[in-house]
T-cell receptor
Framework: AQSVTQLDSHVSVSEGTPVLLRCNYS??????LFWYVQHPNKGLQLLLK????ATLVKGINGFEAEFKKSETSFHLTKPSAHMSDAAEYFC????????????WGAGTKLIIKP | EAQVTQNPRYLITVTGKKLTVTCSQN?????MSWYRQDPGLGLRQIYY???????DKGDVPEGYKVSRKEKRNFPLILESPSPNQTSLYFC????????????FGNGTRLTVT
């Protein structure tokens, strides 16, 4: 069965320090992978996506993620956190063997300390 | 401005009283979808539509109906709402399916008492 696990429900970092949000997936086939961000009281926005091209994917607002097939991971990173990064982040998998289905992680709330 | 518009933003209703949440997009997108968001569960897909008159079930379709009579509109219908349908609902659209970026509405917070 396909699944997505976000390893931390909450991550707290100080402004200016690196951010690491962890995501592991389970998929029978080589999947497409996404990170979406949800700011408070807002809809969701695509941060970045992996679709079998380069394994290091750059997204908006300085975020990037690396696809590691051997570890079945797709962790999201940013070198230096900004207060505006405070939001909830979702890792999403689209298994290649499914039609139009997305499997969402439970989300990680990123807290930025001044 | 390109957008997905959901109405209403907030809705409080009672068990069994039929309701409709509207969703409209102005980007000529083929794909539209409904999700519900519950704490600790992420987003779960209710229904999706690849084109006019083509709809299919997602992960949690029970208790919901949809229709896609026009490309721009994709209403979500709860024929007989129950308290376990209290949730935050999102409509999303994309040009060609979930592999292209989804554009989300601002959400509808539904409370069923």
């Amino acid at each position: 069965a396909q699944s997505v696990t976000q390893l931390d429900s909450h991550v707290s970092v100080s402004e200016g320090t690196p951010v690491l949000l962890r995501c592991n997936y389970s998929s029978s086939y080589s999947p497409s992978l996404f990170w979406y961000v949800q700011h408070p009281n807002k809809g969701l926005q695509l941060l970045l996506k992996y679709t079998s091209a380069a394994t290091l994917v750059k997204g908006i607002n300085g975020f990037e993620a690396e696809f590691k097939k051997s570890e079945t991971s797709f962790h999201l990173t940013k070198p230096s956190a900004h207060m505006s990064d405070a939001a909830e982040y979702f890792c999403v998998v689209s298994p290649r063997d499914s039609n139009y289905q997305l499997i969402w992680g439970a989300g990680t709330k990123l807290i930025i300390k001044p | 401005e390109a957008q997905v518009t959901q109405n209403p933003r907030y809705l409080i209703t009672v068990t069994g009283k039929k309701l409709t949440v509207t969703c409209s997009q102005n980007m000529n997108h083929e794909y539209m979808s409904w999700y519900r968001q519950d704490p600790g569960l992420g987003l779960r897909q209710i229904y999706y539509s690849m084109n006019v008159e083509v709809t299919d079930k997602g992960d949690v379709p029970e208790g919901y109906k949809v229709s896609r009579k026009e490309k721009r509109n994709f209403p979500l219908i709860l024929e007989s709402p129950s308290p376990n349908q209290t949730s935050l609902y999102f409509c999303a659209s994309s040009p060609s399916g979930p592999y292209s970026p989804l554009h989300f509405g601002n959400g509808t917070r539904l409370t069923v008492t």
